[in-house]
């Protein structure tokens, strides 16, 4: 599987234990930046990368990591065909891929540590949507707001 994978400062060194952890479980990381710690970067730039990536097909998967989790989940759902959710605990990095077909998982690293963001991204990756009559309803709707017009 291949992941894309992004941050901005505040989530540069979680990312980059990220990055290892995927490698030692035998997936392949598209390391979409930063690629050197930048205070004055900017978490749009890389939830944009990750969230095409994903949108675009050349990964399955993507995992975004600023401060907060919050503005890189506001950023990479501007992009369509990107499901990007903010998880912090475990139910919810399943459920919503399971129920809601969700391929960008975004972090926090100001509020969670590495033990809990490396099983937030085992219990991601190992997530497959349902496709379950009542969650498949529920994402067409979802997808009919990316529609024109």
Do not use: W
């Not at 979680?14 to 930048?38: F, N, S, T």
């Amino acid at each position: 599987m291949r992941i894309a994978l992004g941050a901005d400062h505040g989530g540069f060194p979680l990312k980059g234990e990220i990055a290892e952890q995927l490698r030692r479980e035998g997936r392949q990381v598209v390391d979409l930046g930063a690629h050197q710690y930048d205070g004055a970067d900017d978490y749009p730039d890389f939830a944009r990368a990750v969230a095409e990536a994903v949108a675009g097909g050349s990964a399955e998967r993507g995992i975004v990591i600023c401060g907060s989790g919050v503005g890189a989940s506001i950023a990479a759902n501007k992009i369509r065909g990107a499901r990007a959710g903010l998880c912090h605990d475990t139910y919810s990095a399943r459920q919503a891929v399971e129920h809601d077909d969700m391929n960008v998982l975004c972090l926090g690293a100001r509020v969670i540590g590495p033990a809990v963001a490396a099983e937030l991204v085992r219990v991601f990756l190992g997530a497959q949507f349902s496709g379950e009559d009542r969650h498949l309803r529920r994402l067409r709707k979802v997808l009919s707001f990316e529609a024109p017009g």
